[in-house]
């Protein structure tokens, strides 16, 4: 298989803008990484105001690296990150989610040996009793598996509800722009149908995703947009209807296709994508 290669040097170019809606978020030439080893090379991505964005490559390509870029989580070594017009580069993640920029992290992020109530309170500490009141009335209708158990202790949910629980703690928040990592990761397809419904009725309501995934198909059903990355730099980028076939090359066709209901093993990287970034200097 022949690896995709850049069509044009889209990280010289800046980000282009759909023209139909203006930029929620937008990354320009973000480079990041881990002490002295480099993940990502002058991305530059935009995610217009009120659609949903794939970003889409293979194990290690950098997707999660993107997320907690912009979620402030890791800070970018050059570049800048735009979300709603103001230039959030240098912000701290808790002035970020406070603008409305919400991540759902990759994983279970809940805390075990608290209530399944606890732990959304806890999610929605830093907001008005008002707006916690109907956070809780939202995580609750938007899962009510959730509301069954909304006693018992996180650590004791299955796997699948762990991560309902972990993305309800985001979703029923108020926000502009949700980042969601591989929120299907492992889970039987009855659940993942769950999660995917949810972010289509948030979507439908106004909020923008931007959408690492694994299961290609669903991850590309949701978004008009897609992102291409691999090895830290984005190889394309555009209409979902045009990408999709370059996305499949992309993505070993084992990940890319719908989920089996059992975990997924750890993948193998591409023969297009050895190991890692560069490292710096
Ligand atoms: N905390 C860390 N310390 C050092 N290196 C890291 C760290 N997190 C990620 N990396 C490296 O950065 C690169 C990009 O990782 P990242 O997690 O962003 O990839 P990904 O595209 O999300 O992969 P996957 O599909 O497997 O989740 C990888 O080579 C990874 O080993
Ligand atoms: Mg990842």
Same mark, same amino acid.
């Given at each position: 298989m022949t690896p995709l290669q850049p069509l044009s040097p889209r990280g010289v170019a800046g980000p282009v803008q759909p023209p139909e809606h203006p930029p929620l978020l937008e990354l320009d030439q973000v480079e990041a990484g881990y002490g002295p080893y480099? &993940?990502? !090379?002058g991305v530059s991505f935009v995610v217009p105001a009120g659609s949903a964005v794939a970003l889409v490559g293979p194990n290690g390509a950098g997707k999660t690296t993107v997320a907690r870029v912009v979620s402030g989580l890791v800070r970018p070594s050059a570049g800048t990150i735009r979300f709603d017009g103001r230039?959030? +580069?240098?912000?701290p993640a808790w002035r970020i989610a406070r603008a409305g920029l919400l991540h759902a992290p990759?994983?279970?992020?809940? !805390?075990?040996?608290?209530?399944v109530e606890e732990n959304l309170v806890l999610a929605f500490k830093g907001v008005d009793r008002r707006t916690q009141a109907e956070a809780l009335e939202r995580a609750y209708s938007s899962f009510e598996r959730l509301a069954r158990r909304k006693?018992? &202790? &996180?650590? +004791?949910?299955?796997g699948g509800e762990q991560r309902m629980l972990s993305l309800a703690k985001v979703l029923a928040l108020p926000r502009r722009l949700l980042v969601v990592d591989e929120?299907?990761?492992?889970?039987?397809p009855a659940i993942v149908d769950e999660v995917f419904d949810a972010l289509r009725r948030i979507l439908a309501a106004g909020t923008s995703i931007l959408v690492v995934e694994q299961h290609l198909e669903r991850a590309l059903a949701l978004a008009e947009h897609v992102v291409l990355l691999s090895r830290g730099r984005v190889l394309r980028e555009g209409p979902t209807a045009e990408l999709s076939a370059d996305a499949a090359v992309l993505i070993p066709p084992a990940v890319g296709?719908?989920?089996?209901?059992?975990p997924t093993p750890p993948q193998p990287r591409a023969e297009?994508?050895?190991?890692g970034g560069e490292r710096l200097g």
């Open positions: 480099r &993940a990502l !090379f230039d959030v +580069t240098r912000w990759e994983g279970r992020s809940v !805390f075990a040996s608290l209530s006693d018992q &202790a &996180a650590g +004791t949910l299955s929120l299907s990761l492992g889970l039987a296709t719908l989920g089996t209901g059992r297009s994508d050895p190991p």
